[in-house]
């Protein structure tokens, strides 16, 4: 039992951070089915994954023939799927996000990848360290002229990935109960890092031009890089430099990033929105 009783998930078994996005829904109550690949210790304990806890766990070859067959049997009876392989991979598998609503209209597909599902780094290897690098984020985390320590995956994988894939993945059911419509939600590590700083950036010193260390890139340089251009995921209102919405949502856009409206700016709208005129 739990808030999410009745919300049930499927979620295709990747590295990364899809599985303790699935795990904290679980958590929460939502019954996971995870889709794992075949290994040696089949059927044997493993206590310290802990990011597979709660779920139940079925064992599925996805490259022989039927078992995706079975995958979709799961996908009728589902709200969301989680995902975390590279971009086309499930597309390849015969399990897109167009296959699967063509049979679950309001299905939310996530998927949680490095660098989203497009820009010019979307197909690149990566870890942790190199998704909060080029989103700027370490460069928050470094002294001036000391090495880059990246903290141990809790910025990238944890904060900017799973968390965020969460949210996406929440908002996402709400819309689809609301509306019967599903939609595919784009959660990227590097949108999510930077995402995060936005609290910072108020009294962070966006001017800075060169970077602390080769890798690292400073707020400015990520906002300037192709992949984050590409993306658009900087933006600069009234002067400020800031980032964008995240996650992504294929189907409904996030609002446009507005402007910070002036101390009492909407006072007299609120106050006759509520009948209090005279107020």
Known sequence: MGVLDGVKIVEV????????CAAMLADLGA????????????????????????????????KHPGSCDIVLELVDDANVLIEGMRPGVMERLGLGPDVCFARKPSLVYARMTGWGQDGPLKRTAGHDGNYIA???????????GLRPEP?????????????YCAIGILAAVLRARR????????????????????????????R???????AVLSLPEAARHPHNVARELYASIDGVLQV???????STPSAPTARVPARGQHTKEIMEMLGRRGA
């Open 134 to 144: 080029i989103s700027g984020a370490l460069s928050m985390c470094v002294a001036e």
């Open 31 to 62: 019954d996971v089915i995870t889709v794992e690949r075949p290994a040696d210790d089949a059927g044997m304990p493993r206590p310290t994954e802990i990011y597979n806890r709660g779920k139940r766990s079925v064992v599925l070859d996805l």
């Open 244 to 250: 964008r919405a995240a996650p992504r949502f294929l």
């Open 179 to 206: 509306e019967g419509v599903g939609q595919v939600v784009d959660a990227a590590m590097v949108d999510g890092s930077a995402h995060l700083m936005n609290h910072l950036l108020s009294g962070a010193d966006t």
């Open 208 to 214: 800075m031009s060169a970077p602390r260390a080769e």
């Open 13 to 20: 078994s990747a590295l990364g951070p899809a599985p303790l």
């Open 151 to 163: 903290p141990p995956g809790l910025m990238g994988d944890v904060a900017g990935g799973a968390l």
